[in-house]
Each structure stands twice: as C-alpha cells, then as structure tokens.
C-alpha cells in the first residue's frame, strides 16, 4: 500500500551527526508505528528506534540520547537524527511504517562510519 524512501545516508566521521529522511508515497495517519531498523554487515537486521502515532518513542540501549526519532504525519515522514556515531553504526538503515493492515519496509540508505 504505503511506499517508503530513505535518503540522508552517506559517509560520516566518527562522532559526527547525521540525519536520517523517510518519505512515505502516502499518508502514515493509519501507521501506529514508525520505525527506523539497521542492519549492519554480517549481522541481524535491529530495531534502533520507533515512534508511536502518538509521538511515544522507544530506543535500543546502545542509541539512547545520541538518537532522535521523529514524525511528521502532515508530511508523511519519519526522521532520525544520530548524534555522536561510532564506527560499529555503519549499516544499511531501514525505514518502517507498521498498521493493523500492513508492514512496509523502505530500500534502505547506507551508513558509514569512518575516517
């Protein structure tokens, strides 16, 4: 149903912020929740934040207070804001819009972390 496109990915240094964008190709009102997902190389797809339709958030451990998750449903998007990134954050990082009728994941936007 919904369509989901990241983009803001690329090649960050250390410690360095990075914003994170993605626009749904329709209304996200009906999405209980937004989320952001990563999958790093070599490793398990993880949940790094989400949000609520009504704005209640939730993050992993390791991300508390360096990440932000937001949503703007009157611009059908979700962003995550990442502040003081490590090197083990390189990933390919997924947007996800999830409802009672659908789950939808975006094409992802590579992450790299490095000097």
């Known amino acids: 149903q919904v369509q989901l496109v990241e983009s803001g990915g690329g090649l960050v240094q250390p410690v360095g912020p990075l914003r994170l964008s993605c626009v749904a190709s329709?209304?996200?009102?009906?999405?209980?929740?937004m989320g952001w997902y990563r999958q790093a190389p070599g490793k398990e797809r993880e949940l790094v934040a989400h949000?609520?339709?009504?704005?209640?958030?939730n993050y992993r451990d390791p991300v508390k207070g360096r990440f932000t998750i937001s949503r703007d449903n009157a611009k059908n998007t979700v962003a995550l804001q990442m502040n003081s990134l490590k090197p083990d954050e390189t990933a390919v990082y997924y947007c996800?819009?999830?409802?009672?009728?659908?789950?939808?994941w975006g094409q992802g936007t590579h992450v790299t972390v490095s000097s």
């Open positions: 996800n819009a999830r409802s009672a009728l659908y789950d939808v």
């Open positions: 329709a209304s996200i009102l009906s999405s209980y929740v």
């Open positions: 949000i609520t339709s009504g704005g209640s958030t």
